[in-house]
């Protein structure tokens, strides 16, 4: 078993990184962003012309914000912020450390504006709050991904933590972070489907409804892609 370096407050890989890990890296981290561009581009397309066309914080547009700020904090920026130690791997590691916690805490902010988003939604309509399968996902996970934040910035940057107390947390901190994206991806495809019942002809497989399967399809391409280039230890930042 590799020993904890208490030093560097990491866990050293068990495979020394190399130029051409990084490369190799590069080419995946260049394939995932190419799916969350198209992942958003679906999103923002199928958003516009779902209901009434266009965006505005209105009565009748407002829900659109939902899960367009829910899909971009928690699975397209959040994702972002976890590869962050990967792709600058050879920086500085409080930069890292900072960029990565300004990452995460856009991702939160943007997150209580989706939230925001469908809570008014629902009380212009009159509708129940935090009933269905969709939304206690959703509220888990917005709650996980607080409490990550918070732990990872009260041991990581202030008041720090101790070496072994930071590399026992490491651990768990990589854990769920993983877990956290795995959950936004699985509330986002829950709100999919309860979005698929107010499709028309979605059984005929209309313009929005394919636009609709296209995206959640997009969706779990993504995350697996992501998930991939944290697993692989190639692709870790060397410690130091």
Known sequence: MAEINYQTMDIPPEVPSSRSAYRRFLAGFAGVQAIGLVMMTLLGVFLYSFGKSGFAWDKEHVFKFHPLFM????????SKGMLLY?????????????????????????????????????????????????????????????????????????????????AIVLRLHRFCGAVILGLACMTVLTGAVTLAGGIANYDKLSWSASMLNAF????????????????VEDFRRPPG
């Open 86 to 166: 990967r792709l600058m791997r050879n920086r500085p590691k409080l930069p890292v450390k900072i960029a990565h916690a300004c990452f995460n805490l856009m991702s939160f902010s943007m997150t209580i504006a989706g939230l925001v988003a469908v809570i008014q939604h629902k009380n212009d309509l009159l509708h129940a709050h935090f009933f269905s399968l969709h939304s206690w996902l959703g509220i888990g996970t917005i709650a996980l991904f607080g409490l990550q934040w918070l732990a990872g910035f009260l041991v990581f940057l202030y008041p720090g933590g101790s070496p072994p107390i930071r």
């Open 71 to 78: 899909t971009t904090a928690l699975v397209h920026l959040n």
């Open 216 to 231: 959640s399809i997009s969706v779990v391409l993504f995350c697996l892609g992501v998930l991939l280039l944290l697993a």
